[in-house]
């Protein structure tokens, strides 16, 4: 059993949907129309076993030097193999590679992402001027990491985190 972390190609966005699926109707995942995910598909890595899709994770740059860590999902039967560690890292040396110094997540899962370094926080880690230039942005990500009122019924139970490196 060989573990591949690899760039995701548009034939993944089925096997990420799948994933996204699992997670999503308890809320630990926002559910994505599958329009979204094919467009995002740049940002997206995936982890494979024998060609079958087991994991994925996004990157989304929102600045300079801050982007986020979106839709860890690992294949129930595959969890607690290292895998999301794996798609975690990888994501990480990504955003490293592109001059990202700060990382971003809002999660459930306080004790997997605080093991690779994020830190709770309460407010949005951002200059007046940058908050003003996201606040243009139309993703709904970017209004989560804001904090804005419309997205907080996406964001009850989650856990802002921020990981600097």
């Not at 129309?33 to 940002?43: A, F, H, S």
């Not at 606040?135 to 997205?151: H, Q, Y």
Request: aromatic share 8%.
């Amino acid at each position: 059993m060989i573990l591949n972390i690899r760039q995701a190609r548009t034939t993944d966005v089925r096997a990420v949907r799948d994933l996204v699926d699992i997670y999503s109707p308890d809320g630990r995942l926002l559910s994505k129309n599958t329009v979204t995910l094919y467009e995002d598909v740049q940002e997206f890595i995936v982890a494979e076993i024998d060609n079958q899709i087991v994991g994925c994770g996004a990157l989304h740059v929102m600045w300079e030097d801050l982007a986020e860590v979106r839709t860890v999902a690992v294949a129930p039967e595959h969890k607690g193999q290292g895998i999301g560690s794996k798609i975690l890292d990888a994501l990480s040396m990504r955003a490293h590679e592109l001059g990202i110094h700060r990382l971003f997540c809002l999660t459930f899962e306080i004790d997997f992402f605080a093991r690779h370094g994020f830190v709770q926080i309460e407010d949005t880690p951002v200059d007046a001027s940058t908050f003003a230039q996201l606040l243009m942005s139309g993703d709904e990500g970017v209004a989560e990491f804001l904090d804005l009122e419309r997205v907080k019924p996406n964001t009850l139970g989650n856990t802002r985190m921020l990981k600097i490196f």
